[in-house]
């Protein structure tokens, strides 16, 4: 099956504990991102990826990490995660930059303590 | 990127059409429209998409004006399952291809 699975769905950690969340998609796209959801302000872009090794800052890069060593593979990475990055995350994935349909993961839910 | 305008929320009975506005009046002609939609704090799902003509697939139809400062999607026979958040998007296929999501329409449709 066609799909973008992301881990965990769901975390409780700490301030200052690096974490990662992983993506993953078995459709052999190029384009990957990441989003994170929260109330009142809609999807916001965090990064996204052209292609492997090709990554670039959405509109809320601050306080993340990405890297794209393999195409189907998009880990995000919060070296010290802060309150401020709680939040609802979702991984998307498509053909290529221009491609009309994305997919998206279920989503992660992180809650920083 | 053009910003789009969709009411917060709607109310649709079961069985009626859905149609749900969103206005772009600042969008430029190589600018497209793509809706998605949001289950509870689901992925959000895919639409339909549209440049100039009015576009129809299995899940919904798309009715852009012929001006494209606006458009409506329609669902034909709303369900409960079609309860959701639509996000009207509007973007161009140049620069970094973003998606820029707004807050959507909240849709609830009744039994």
């Known amino acids: 099956e066609a799909q973008v699975t992301q881990n965990p769905r769901y975390l409780i950690t700490v301030t200052g504990k690096k974490l990662t969340v992983t993506c993953s998609q078995n459709?052999?796209?190029?384009?990957m991102s990441w989003y994170r959801q929260d109330p009142g302000l809609g999807l916001r872009q965090i990064y996204y990826?052209?292609?492997?090794?090709?990554?670039d800052k959405g509109d809320v890069p601050e306080g993340y990490k990405v890297s794209r060593k393999e195409k189907r593979n998009f880990p995000l990475i919060l070296e010290s995660p802060s309150p401020n990055q709680t939040s609802l995350y979702f991984c998307a994935s498509s053909l290529g930059q221009g491609a009309h349909e994305q997919y998206f993961g279920p989503g992660t839910r992180l809650t920083v303590t | 990127d053009a910003k789009t305008t969709q009411p917060p929320s709607m109310d649709c009975a079961e069985g009626r059409a859905a149609n749900l506005p969103c206005n772009h009046s600042?969008?430029?002609?190589?600018?497209?429209v793509y809706w998605y939609r949001q289950i509870h704090s689901q992925g959000p799902q895919y639409i339909i998409h549209?440049?100039?003509n009015n576009e129809t697939n299995e899940m919904a139809s798309l009715i852009i004006t012929e001006d494209r400062k606006s458009s409506t999607l329609i669902l034909p026979h709303a369900t409960l399952r079609d309860t959701a958040v639509y996000y009207c998007i509007v973007r161009g296929l140049s620069g970094t291809y973003k998606y820029i999501f707004g807050t959507g329409t909240r849709l609830k449709v009744l039994a």
């Open positions: 549209g440049l100039k």
């Open positions: 600042t969008i430029s002609g190589n600018e497209y």
């Open positions: 990826s052209m292609n492997v090794e090709v990554t």
């Open positions: 459709m052999n796209h190029e384009y």
